[in-house]
């Protein structure tokens, strides 16, 4: 029954999509997961949706992905491959889970780089947390406190929109978004923003809830996703509809070889992803040269 | 295509007493010191076949990195502008050289790309772009390498005097000698190659470069000897690297007398198998003749 609904309204979804594939994902911009918003409407009610998870962010992350978001954060970082003295930008990482993982990363390096020269420029690593949500640039602070990161010169909260960052041009050697621009409204301005900010040489990677293929799979997922997700939001966090505009929103962002197409034509070079647990998650990743 | 005439030809070599005995003498033949001095033959038909490879590989491999739904990528890749594709090419080159000078300090490690990176004037990001990182370093110094033999070949004419022998220990030495710089960070270079994941390429580049020696010194052949002249060359370019790394003489002397000392033995080796084979015929030429004589006589009776 309930996967039958799901099948039905990815259906509705598709038709609605396929036919006029140019103009999609500007439509895309003023979706608000299946509903049609108007633009200036669409971040203020994603804004609501954050207000109203982050209290519970964190476990309900855990309770959705069974634990695995740790292991795509940490490939995602390992992607990117970090380095003392490194100027990082992580967009929607209010929480601080990539930006913690990136400051570990780039301590470790260093000790492990210590007779070669390149510890010396660990103090010039900088780490800015960009998220246009304040309670959860909230969540993250206080996880720094718990994690011992309070006193650390190398973390920078900032609250901005990723559409309008308050960065120089030039200035940052990666940019990376975790589960973030989804929720953004013009993807187009954020991928041009991104590009902006990078140094010649910089990498952009972004983590994102993609598109599954695999035909038995995408039944299994699609229906965890519309009867599962909702209802233990439901339970956990009491909050029925922010679930249920996340996983429309899934059902709604660009598949992986069009976003790739999006981040070639933001002006990156060597556009590639990679799929994880089958496409549930793509890390796409690019060069600005 | 070659290992089936191989096999067809072994075949018949068993078939036929005589033909046992020469066989062997052929697959060494190469090695005989009067070769004709420095003919410039049109490359065998295995020889383009690596380089082209090569070219294909590196144009394919800024596309590459995930495992799943590669045609897709691959369609992605044509569609994109070349230039763009060549540009990135061009960056993870300077990088890559760049890093060199910081090799010797650093090794062969994602802290040289980093201070190469930091060189060139590119973010070190780049860095993390670069697939098999520390691998793709000792690559890309063995290319630079190969191609800088290349040109020393094509410019110079120092080889032309030389015989066969000298000739192909020349060749070795100029390789080798470009690897001195590195020299206490080369055993890492060597683990770097071995490991499984690099083993294909750096086994393939080794295979050009001992091809390329054997094209610089002069050689044209193109069917079973190729096999063992490369195996027997390789074998001698492989063990006088890793002698070199122990080496502490002054300016590698045992290392060039070491690899002299190899050529020398090879040649020998193929004058004894050629002595060997002519013995063997000689007895079988006797055996035969005795039994053809003891079948006659029991027939006759």
Known sequence: ?289 | MLSSAATRRFLSALASRHRVATAAPSALRCFSTDAPPLPTPPRGPSEEQPREQKETSAGASPMRASEDDGSARRQRAGSRTTDGAGKYEEEQARVLRAALPHVVRMGWSESAMIAGARDAGVSPAIVGSIPRKEAALVEFFMDDCLQKLIDKVESGDELKDLILSNRLGKLIRIRLKMQAPYISKWPQALSIQAQPANLRTSFKQRAELVDEIWHAAGDSGSDMDWYVKRTVLGGIYSTTEVYMVTDHSLEFRDTWRFLDRCIKDAFDLQKTVQEAAYLAEAVGAGMGNTMQGFVNRILRR
């Open chain 1, 1 to 289: 029954m309930a996967l039958q609904r799901s099948r039905c309204k990815l259906a509705n979804s598709l038709k609605f999509l396929l036919p006029r594939s140019a103009s999609y994902l500007h439509s895309h911009a003023t979706s608000f997961g299946f509903k049609e918003v108007r633009e200036e409407e669409k971040s203020k009610l994603v804004g609501n949706v954050f207000s109203s998870v982050a209290s519970n962010y964190d476990l309900m992350n855990d309770l959705m992905s069974i634990g695995l978001h740790r292991l795509w954060k940490d490939r995602l970082v390992t992607k990117l491959c970090p380095f003392p003295g490194m100027k990082h930008l992580d967009v929607a990482g209010g929480t601080g889970d990539i930006a913690f993982r990136v400051l570990e990363h780039i301590r470790s390096v260093s000790r492990r780089a210590m007779q070669d020269g390149l510890a010396e420029t660990e103090e010039q690593t900088q780490i800015y947390i960009c998220d246009i949500n304040p309670n959860m640039l909230n969540i993250g602070k206080k996880r720094a406190i718990e994690r011992g990161f309070a006193e650390d010169r190398y973390l920078h909260w900032v609250e901005g929109d990723a559409e309008a960052l308050s960065f120089e041009d030039e200035s940052m050697d990666g940019y990376t978004i975790g589960f973030g621009i989804r929720n953004v409204t013009h993807i187009e301005k954020a991928l041009a923003e991104a590009y902006r900010v990078l140094k010649r040489g910089g990498r952009f990677l972004c983590l994102e809830l993609s598109h599954v293929e695999y035909p038995v799979f995408k039944q299994l997922y699609d229906y965890y996703s519309f009867s599962v997700i909702p209802a233990v939001g439901e339970l956990v966090a009491g909050d029925r509809e922010s679930y249920q505009y996340l996983v429309e929103s899934i059902r709604r962002f660009p598949n992986q070889d069009a976003f790739g197409r999006m981040i070639v034509d933001a002006g990156f070079q060597k556009v590639e992803y990679e799929n994880l647990v089958g496409g549930v998650v793509a890390i796409h990743s690019g060069l600005k040269l």
